[in-house]
């Protein structure tokens, strides 16, 4: 990953954590982590396709990042579903709305545009015998850089 697409990555995961101040957020893949999460929910991010064109030292990159969101049933396991939209919905505040500081929605210049849902989200039911549920999103970001 480039230098930039690790800036694309660092913000991304801030703005988890900022949406989601008392959550796991992590870089990878949510089977990795389910074992060891002491606060829930559990949010990992993967980078998952680059699509970079290069123009002599200029690259344009849309790179896709998987989302998942992974919430455990607790004593209440009957709120869970309730739970998961609401995830849904700051996951999409977060990294959708518009900020008076970040007009454009670009994460401050960082991008060329706003960021897309690259397929539609889908709800992870629980696996017979285990106690997780969660969320499965595609995030697809596009920037430029110019390469040393």
Known sequence: MSNKG?????????????????????????????????????????????????????????????????????????????????YLTSYRKALFSQQPTDRFNNWDGLLNGQPTEGAETRFIEPTPGQPYAGLSMILTTTYSQTME
């Open 6 to 86: 690790n800036l694309v990555l660092q913000a991304l995961t801030a703005k988890m954590q900022q949406a989601f101040p008392t959550a796991t957020v992590k870089e990878g893949w949510a089977s990795s982590y389910l074992r060891q999460v002491e606060q829930w929910p559990l949010i990992t991010i993967a980078p998952i396709v680059t699509n970079a064109v290069y123009q002599g030292r200029a690259v344009k990159d849309d790179m896709q990042f998987h989302i998942q969101i992974v919430d455990h049933e607790n004593e209440a396991p009957e709120t869970l579903p309730s739970r998961l939209i609401q």
